[in-house]
Structure formats: C-alpha cells, structure tokens
C-alpha cells in the first residue's frame, strides 16, 4: 500500500502555505495585538512571554502557541492529519481569547476592556490558514485515491 502525502499533491504549494502560517504567526508578534482602554497598544511578543498567566485564571488560550509549532512541525514533514489536528487544537485554544472577558467576570479576577489589534487578528488566521491548508491536502489525496 502506498503512503499518502503532501508531497505528492502539490508540494510547492503546501510549503507555501507552511511558510505563509509561519509568516503571519512571526508578524502577529511584531503587530500591536491588544490595547487595555486608555492604555498602549501590546504587541504580540509581549502577549507570548506573559500570556501563560492567564491559565491562572482559566484562560488557556497562550497554549495555542505550542500547538500551532507542532502543527508547523507536522505539516512540513507531510504528516497532513497530524497537522490538521493540531491546526485545529491550536485554533480552538485561541478562539478562547474571546471568552477572558466573561471568564474573568464570573471568576472575579481582574477585569479589563481590551481592544483587539491587527497582530490579533493574525495569530488568529495563521493556524486557520494551516488548518485550511492541511485540509485541503487531505481533500486532494482522498480525491485522488478513489481515482485510483
């Protein structure tokens, strides 16, 4: 039986979208992310060196980090599901960014009203973008397996 992989199915291109996620993973933390009301802008390194402390308060967002690398890792050696999940892992942990606000209320731990910033936004695309990219290579073997 043989072995399906990214490599048979368009490889330039996945190594496009790797590198592409990775890029917009590195220009997240460079961006201004959050912005406490009435203070300044954080960039997205600051928000990655200190943003394990919002586990204490239930927050497990920071933890989309490792797993978005691992499913850098993943996709760059055509390990296409492997990827795919970890993309997705690393997605669902980071869409919980959207519930600090609601978790800190009810927990009553420190509450601030943040705006969302560009580098945001872009931690957020580069494991959707990933994810999209993994997917659509399973797609495509699958595809071409019943060609078969």
Not at 48 to 61: C, D, P, R, T, Y
Request: proline letters at 5%.
């Amino acid at each position: 039986m043989t072995k399906l992989t990214f490599a048979s199915h368009g490889s330039k291109r996945a190594n496009y979208a790797v590198v592409a996620a990775a890029a917009l993973w590195l220009l997240a933390l460079c961006l201004p992310a959050i912005a406490p009301r009435g203070g300044r802008s954080l960039p997205g390194y600051e928000i990655l060196l200190q943003g394990i402390k919002a586990s204490e308060f239930g927050v497990f967002a920071w933890f989309a980090n490792p797993l978005f690398w691992i499913a850098i890792t993943c996709a760059w050696a055509r390990r296409d599901r492997a990827a795919l999940v970890f993309s997705g892992l690393s997605l669902f942990f980071a869409l919980q960014s959207f519930a600090a606000a609601p978790l800190a209320r009810r927990l009553g731990g420190p509450l601030l009203e943040l705006r969302l910033e560009p580098g945001f936004f872009l931690w957020l695309a580069a494991p959707a973008l990933l994810g999209a990219a993994s997917a659509m290579a399973l797609w495509a073997q699958l595809r071409d397996f019943e060609k078969d």
